[in-house]
T-cell receptor, first 111, second 114 residues
């Protein structure tokens, strides 16, 4: 069974701080996705990383895929209250898009 | 574009009753996915369809759950009979193409079985 472990489970920080969220697995994934989910809504895709070692930036968010394609991290610089939400990583399994989700990191950024 | 539409948004029912959740995917998308989200287990894939055909239902918890996709613009997830442990948020998502293509999620149906 392929599992994705996310850490930390909860994170509460002040506006302006930096943070890193981790997503780890013992399995290799062809690609990995990060989603953000707000209360009462479905997850929204932020990024897909495909190549081992790949780094992608989305404004203040930096995503990295591990060299062995088993782990990933999300770093947020100078967090803002608008970054508050549940961050989910998902490993893509197979050719048709099955996603294995981590349980998520619930981020709260206080002004 | 209206996005993925799910109904109802909230459902409260009693144990033993039949529950039907509905989903309208984004027009033109050929993949449709049903997920369940709980605090304990997170977001789990239940079943997915490609061109209206069920491809993998290995995530369906048991025979009480069934899903259909009679045409490209409509799918249902049925639970009969419902049990309290089925209480969760159920999401439908659709995508154009499989693999690592972007899945667009609906707003979810929050189900409470008493």
């Amino acid at each position: 069974t392929q599992l994705l472990e996310q850490s930390p489970q909860f994170l509460s920080i002040q506006e302006g701080e930096n943070l890193t969220v981790y997503c780890n697995s013992s399995s290799v994934f062809s690609s990995l996705q990060w989603y953000r989910q707000e209360p009462g809504e479905g997850p929204v895709l932020l990024v897909t990383v495909v190549t081992g070692g790949e780094v992608k930036k989305l404004k203040r968010l930096t995503f990295q895929f591990g060299d062995a394609r088993k782990d990933s991290s999300l770093h947020i610089t100078a967090a803002q209250p608008g970054d508050t939400g549940l961050y989910l990583c998902a490993g893509v399994v197979g050719s048709q898009g099955n996603l294995i989700f981590g349980k998520g990191t619930k981020l709260s950024v206080k002004p | 574009d209206a996005g993925v539409i799910q109904s109802p948004r909230h459902e409260v029912t009693e144990m033993g009753q039949e529950v039907t959740l509905r989903c309208k995917p984004i027009s033109g998308h050929d993949y449709l996915f049903w997920y369940r989200q709980t605090m304990m287990r997170g977001l789990e894939l239940l079943i997915y369809f490609n061109n209206n055909v069920p491809i993998d239902d290995s995530g369906m918890p048991e025979d009480r759950f069934s899903a259909k996709m009679p045409n490209a613009s409509f799918s249902t997830l049925k639970i009969q009979p419902s049990e309290p442990r089925d209480s969760a948020v159920y999401f439908c998502a659709s995508s154009f193409g499989g693999g690592a293509r972007t899945q667009y999620f609906g707003p979810g149906t929050r189900l409470l079985v008493l």
